[in-house]
Structure formats: C-alpha cells, structure tokens
C-alpha cells in the first residue's frame, strides 16, 4: 500500500525567506511524486513531477523538489516566496501505469506574511 | 474546453435526497477520475474511467455513490440518499496516457 505524510500542517513564513515543505512518501512499488497546490475554492495545479531521471525536479512559479529515494522523501522548496504563494500545497504519489490514481497527504497550509 | 470544468460549483441538498455532480473532461483525455476532499484534508480517490469503462470503483464509500461515463467523455457522480457525511469537495480529474492529472475546480457539496 502507498502512503504520503505531509509533515507540517501550516508554515507560517515572512515574504521573501525561504520555505521547505516537507514530504514523505511510502511504496513497495516505484512511484511517480508530485506536488499540487490549491487555492481557496479551486481545484489542484500541478507544480511539479518526478517521473524518473534527475532528483532535482523544477516547477513552475520558481518551485523545486528533490527526490530522495534513501529517505523516501521528496521536499518541496522555494528560495523566496510571495505573497501570491499563499495557498495549500499537496504531495501525492501515483503508481506507474495508466491506471495511476493519486495517493494524497494532508496538505501543508503557507501562509506568507509581509 | 481549455480545462476540465465542473458543474454545478455549489450544491446543497437536504439529508435523504439524491443528487448529481457533472464533470467535463479535456477534449482528447480518455483517463477520468472522482477524488472526494473533506474539509481540512487532501483529496480520497474514488473511481477511475478509462474511456467509458469504469476500472477502479474500490474509493466509493458505499453503495450509494455510483459513477457512470456512458459515451467516454462527461462523467456524472451520482449519490443517493445523500447523508450528513457526504459533504465534502467533490474533485474531477482527466490525464491524456500517463501524464499527470488536470483538476476542475471541483462541487462543494453541503447536506443540511
């Protein structure tokens, strides 16, 4: 069975720091990673996607992620944030194949303050 | 359409009645899936169609929720009965292959 744990469910931070939003996974299979962020009152947005490759996964809205297969992480982390990054973020993990439903965590509410 | 769009964005039914949650995939996108998120929680799959053929129902809570997808594109979530516990964001998802997932931006669900 698949598992995701969403360490932090909130991280307060002050605009510009950095941020790490931490993310552990578990499977007896190999996965494919992924981090969704939510608005409030809308769906998900894929930041980003670890397939296979590069451990060191960029995103969009300058995101990253590294995938740790030894410690069955894979944090996601933005060098300076906004205050357009308030959101909530998800990590999921999906099995291989076409029939890859999303393993979700809990969810990690930034809350980015000036 | 551009995205995968959801209808309606709102819904509130009172305990005991049936409703229906419509989900319109991206043109071309033959993977479609039902998520349902509980307040303050990350989305719970329940079912999965690839084309009109339903795959995967084991999410479904009960025997209440049913799903169909008769010609391969829009999917209705059906649930009957309708209990105080099935409040909760119901999300629709569509991938084209193994690319990953594009969300609509969901019914919030309310039973009184």
């Known amino acids: 069975a698949q598992s995701v744990t969403q360490l932090d469910s909130q991280v307060p931070v002050f605009e510009e720091a950095p941020v790490e939003l931490r993310c552990n996974y578990s499977?007896?299979?190999?996965?494919?990673l992924f981090w969704y962020v939510q608005y409030p009152n809308q769906g998900l947005q894929l930041l980003l996607k670890y397939l296979s490759g590069s451990t060191l996964v960029k995103g969009i809205n300058g995101f990253e992620a590294e995938f740790n297969k030894s410690q069955t992480s894979f944090h996601l982390r933005k060098p300076s944030v906004h205050i357009s990054d308030t959101a909530e973020y998800f990590c999921a993990v999906g099995g291989r194949g076409s029939q890859g439903n999303l393993i979700f965590g809990k969810g990690t509410k930034l809350s980015v303050k000036p | 359409g551009a995205g995968v769009s959801q209808s309606p964005r709102y819904k509130v039914a009172k305990r005991g009645q049936d409703v229906a949650l419509r989900c319109d995939p991206i043109?071309?996108?033959?993977?479609l899936f039902w998520y349902q998120q509980a307040l303050g929680q990350g989305p719970e799959f329940l079912t999965y169609?690839?084309?009109?053929?339903?795959?995967?129902k084991s999410g479904l809570p009960s025997d209440r929720f049913f799903a169909e997808r008769p010609e391969g594109s829009v999917s209705t979530l059906k649930i009957q009965r309708t209990q105080q516990e099935d409040s909760a964001v119901y999300l629709c998802?569509?991938?084209?292959?193994?690319?990953?997932?594009?969300f609509g931006d969901g019914t919030r669900l309310s039973i009184l």
């Open positions: 499977s007896s299979v190999s996965v494919y």
């Open positions: 043109s071309g996108h033959v993977s």
């Open positions: 169609f690839q084309n009109e053929a339903q795959l995967d």
């Open positions: 998802a569509s991938s084209f292959r193994d690319q990953p997932q594009h």
